[in-house]
Structures are given as structure tokens and as C-alpha cells.
């Protein structure tokens, strides 16, 4: 649990959120009412990175982790009885409601969001991705030269 803590933390942090918070924005002025969607994102690249199948396993999951959920950002049912002051089953939304959430994310908003994290990082390390290129590169040499 801390590992996966320290694995999805940094990329949160990392992560242009300011593209979610734009798009929120859009949607309000469509007449919508805006949707606090970074959480659901953030529970979904944890699904992925766990190699989860189905959101029943991720809800299982998370309501172990209780930590995790006030990590991701869920509006939390507060219970002063429940350790950490939450109750972790009433602050997720049923499973119905998060195979929802998660199936219908928008697939620009999620292209935008990483577009603009690679970016960020591009800028913080100008030299990020080249080696693996070059790695790739020598090897595709070394094996014409084998021919």
C-alpha cells in the first residue's frame, strides 16, 4: 500500500491538473454542472497500474485503503469512529456508479492531461525520452551490421 502510495503520489503531483480544472469549466458554462473528476482519473491509473480487471476489485480495494482514498481526493463521509475519520463505503460511490464514472471518461480530457504531464516533464528534464531513443538506435545499427 505505501508503494503504490509513493508510485501514484508523485504522478498526481506531477500531472497538469490545471487541464482537468479547464475542463470542468467548460462543462459548467455548457449548462452541466462540473464534475470533480480528477479523483475518478487517479482511481482509474490506479486500477490500471494494480492490473485490476473490473472496478468491483478496484472499490474492494480502495476500501482497504482508506489512506489512499483521502489520497485520491474522494469527498469523504466523515466518521469520527471509523479510523482516519471516514468511512470508506459511504465516500465511494457504489460500483455502479464507478464503472460509470471511469467508463464514460472523456478521452480528450485524458489525451489533454497527458499531453500536457509529458510536456511539463519535457521542460523539468529536456533530456527525458532520448535514451531510450539512443538505445534503440545503436541497437538497430549493431544488428544491420551483423548482416
Wanted: glycine share 4%.
Amino acid at each position: 500500500m505505501i508503494q503504490l502510495l509513493l508510485t501514484i503520489a508523485p504522478f498526481s503531483r506531477l500531472s497538469d491538473w490545471s487541464v482537468v480544472e479547464q475542463w470542468k469549466a467548460q462543462q459548467s458554462r455548457r449548462g452541466r454542472p462540473a464534475q470533480d473528476i480528477a479523483s475518478y482519473i487517479k482511481a482509474f491509473l490506479i486500477r490500471i497500474k494494480e492490473g485490476m480487471i473490473d472496478t468491483t476489485q478496484l472499490r474492494k480495494f480502495l476500501i482497504k485503503h482508506p489512506l489512499l482514498i483521502i489520497e485520491l481526493g474522494f469527498d469523504l463521509h466523515l466518521d469520527p469512529t471509523a479510523p482516519y475519520g471516514c468511512d470508506p463505503e459511504q465516500t465511494l460511490p457504489c460500483r455502479y456508479w464507478l464503472s460509470k464514472r471511469l467508463r464514460d471518461l472523456d478521452q480528450a480530457l485524458l489525451q489533454s492531461l497527458l499531453a500536457a504531464t509529458v510536456r511539463d516533464l519535457k521542460q523539468e528534464i529536456p533530456e527525458l525520452g532520448e535514451t531510450v531513443a539512443n538505445a534503440r538506435e545503436t541497437h538497430l545499427c549493431m544488428g544491420k551490421r551483423k548482416q
